[in-house]
């Protein structure tokens, strides 16, 4: 993009929670125009954060259950089911983001095991709403916390101050490049998304976002990490082309996406940061609350 126009320009894209002026930066955090000889291109998305929730939309009881809706783990406040996913075995569960189904998605397994269904925050009690059992979810791997910046910032400046070349750096170990987790269904349940007549070829699920941008983690690796969507085609999402979602707060939505193979930082509450690599970034599409519904290629809205 050069002054709000697209130009037809291949560039490196730097992604960044906000612009400042060069003046305003210190030289080695500076961005260079280009690298390699290639461009570079700074985008400001926002501050990226998991979803949470505000008694909103899509929000009622809804037995046999559907996608789209409210839910969440009794620990948390709510979410959105997002699909119905299968194993190689063919055992079928509810899927949605790690931080709607477990207690805690940087812990290895969950404490708290109900699911209930309007989500806790949307008044879903124990037992009666109660509508599956916590079964898995991919813990998600912390970095990058406040403090260890802090000091990382501080060994910098030290080393800075006594003339060294030498820089600290935070690094962790494989990259998350999924927000997922399934949960064993306990009532009766239809493939269906509510508000939505037709729908097809499942991109990922929505899981973070700003007021600038949404993130979304690929089809790809939810299905490398052993669970396919139930009844439909998985489709991969591309540059300029415009994907479909409901959740449960902010219903249907529609956006573009900008990035097919992003990396980017959100913050999980309190001290803890997620690193994300190859997810897909596009125009906002998720409020709090939204976190875990699914989005597709083609949707087509029942009618009134």
């Given at each position: ?69 409210s839910i969440g783990n009794w620990a948390i406040t709510a979410g959105t089911l997002g699909w119905f996913f299968r194993d190689g075995k063919g055992q079928e569960m509810l899927g949605s983001n790690a931080h709607v189904f477990a207690e805690d998605p940087l812990a290895p397994s969950s404490g708290e095991t109900r699911i209930v269904q309007p989500g806790r925050a949307d008044g879903g009690a124990v037992p009666d709403d109660v509508v599956g059992t916590y079964h898995w979810h991919q813990p998600l791997a912390g970095s990058g916390c406040a403090l260890s910046n802090a000091l ?153």
């Amino acid at each position: 993009m050069r002054n709000g126009v697209e130009v037809d320009e291949e560039v490196i894209r730097v992604y960044v929670s906000r612009k400042l002026h060069p003046s305003a930066l210190a030289l080695g955090d500076l961005v260079p125009a280009e690298i390699d000889g290639v461009p570079t291109d700074v985008v400001e998305i926002g501050e990226m954060t998991a979803l949470d929730v505000h008694p909103l939309a899509h929000v009622a009881r809804v037995r046999p259950l559907a996608a789209g809706v409210s839910i969440g783990n009794w620990a948390i406040t709510a979410g959105t089911l997002g699909w119905f996913f299968r194993d190689g075995k063919g055992q079928e569960m509810l899927g949605s983001n790690a931080h709607v189904f477990a207690e805690d998605p940087l812990a290895p397994s969950s404490g708290e095991t109900r699911i209930v269904q309007p989500g806790r925050a949307d008044g879903g009690a124990v037992p009666d709403d109660v509508v599956g059992t916590y079964h898995w979810h991919q813990p998600l791997a912390g970095s990058g916390c406040a403090l260890s910046n802090a000091l990382v910032g501080l060994l910098n400046g030290a080393s800075a101050l006594l003339g060294r070349r030498t820089r600290f750096q935070l690094t962790q170990g494989d990259r998350t490049r999924i927000d997922f987790a399934v949960a064993e269904p306990t009532v009766e349940y239809e493939l269906k998304l509510v508000t939505a007549e037709e729908w097809d070829g499942f991109v990922g699920l929505g899981f973070a976002g700003s007021s600038q941008a949404s993130f979304f983690c690929k089809a790809e690796h939810i299905e490398a990490a052993g669970w396919r969507p139930v009844d439909k085609a998985i489709e991969p999402a591309t540059i300029g082309e415009t994907i479909h979602k409901v959740g449960r707060t902010s219903e249907y939505t529609s956006g573009q996406v900008l990035d097919d193979s992003a990396f980017g930082r959100v913050s999980y509450g309190g001290l803890n940061f997620v690193e994300f690599d190859d997810v897909i970034l596009t125009t906002p599409m998720l409020e709090a609350g939204d976190s875990g519904d699914s989005a597709w290629k083609t949707m087509t809205l029942a009618a009134d």
